[in-house]
């Protein structure tokens, strides 16, 4: 009897041990995403997923990738901040092993002599820079290995600990800030992919709702829709023709007999398209799938400031590269905003790769607003085409009536350059590496049409300005400028 009441007591355990496992296994399937609700039905964002196949498969280990490589560099930057002071100098590169560089790369040298040079000695010694830089992280791990975070928290809890490296903590906000754009990008895309998958799958499911209510299958429905279409008459070609295709082409000529096809097929498929509108109205449907909010970045204005409307309004920020026609033409897109009420705007450089004309011209125009004169450098720097040389620059700085000595002075200063290596980098840890680009109220839009910017303008929310971005200086994870970069 003894051993009976032991059985019983063992299977009672055994039952409510299988309760909280399903229970548990419940709760994660409720709290699984959802991208719409179909009347009483839900479709999780897994059915698109696996309707979506290698595509969305892709999309996401591109997201897992890129976010296990942001966190990847912000370990090494807090490694390489851990690194006992002074940081060891590199050698000098000597002029034999430029010569030997050239000789060996002839074929991707085609400029001056001594600019070839020049761009040679940057690029080896960046190449010294970055070979320190890793035995100081190697060094650093052995010192001071990386712990994971354990924070196990799901991934929108911007508080998570990914990682510790000493007495530092590397959060989801870290990783999300470094790679934001790239993130918003691919996850904009992936979203995008699923959408058009969701589409597809409510409009199965009321098809299937619709074709039940009515006792036949959906194929058969959508073919009793069809049919109920009446057919496309002579004077429909001729009222099409006239208000479609002579509007878009005053030369065409009327083919009834490829018009007619068209007309039918879109008279089929908006009658469709209204028993799907009727049967979302009756069931009802909620999409809760959306695509990712833009990021906004908080960039400082540059030497000049903002300039424009003396009333707070939306701020537009030109980061440039003073290259090139698309440069140019966005410079005076911007420059034509200084004008209007609630607008002010700013400029910065953006020089991603080595490029010594644009940084003397980014330069003068720093040095100019040291002299109070910075739009008006700015403006005729940015205007200039071809980019003017130091010759060119002389004679505008002559004629805006600067300090010429104290110009030349300020842009040989390394001061200067650093300062202009320092705004690059900024925009470059954010992942905007690619001049010209316009920033309205921090939201990135690239080298944008006219209306692009308009569009912006008026859909900005000015209360929701981002707020300022990490200080490089004050934040121990910051990056340094991206390897492509010219900034030492």
Known sequence: MRHLRILRILRILLILLASVVVGASAARSAEAPVAARVGDETVPVADLDRRCGEKCAALRAAISERENATLAALIDEALLASAPAPTPATTAVSAAEIERYLAEHAADFHGPRERDRAAVRFFLERERRDERDRRLIAAARTRTAPREGGGGQPDDVPDDVLARVGDRAIQRRDVEQRAALALYRLRGELARERLRRLDELIAERLWAAAALQRGVTADALRARVQAAVPPVGDDEIDRYFASELRVRDPAATKNPERIRPYLEFRARHAAEQSLVAAERARVGVAVLLEEPPAPRFALEPGPGGWRGSPAPGAHVLLLTSYRGEASRRTWQLVAE????????????????????????????????????????????????????????????????????????????????????????????RLGIVTPPVVLVEGQVLGAPSRERVEEALVTSDVAARPGPSPSPDASPLSAPSSSASASP
């Open 337 to 428: 905003l200084r004008a209007r009420d609630g607008v002010v705007i700013g400029v910065r450089p953006l020089l991603p790769q080595w490029d010594p004309e644009a940084t003397a011209v980014a330069a003068a125009a720093r040095c100019a607003a040291a002299q109070g004169r910075f739009w008006e450098m700015q403006d005729a720097l940015a205007s200039a085409d071809p980019l003017p040389d130091a010759a060119a620059v002389a004679r505008i700085a002559r004629s805006l009536g600067l300090d010429e000595q104290a110009l030349a002075a300020c842009t040989a200063s390394a001061a200067t350059l650093a300062g202009i290596a320092a705004d690059s980098a900024a925009a470059e």
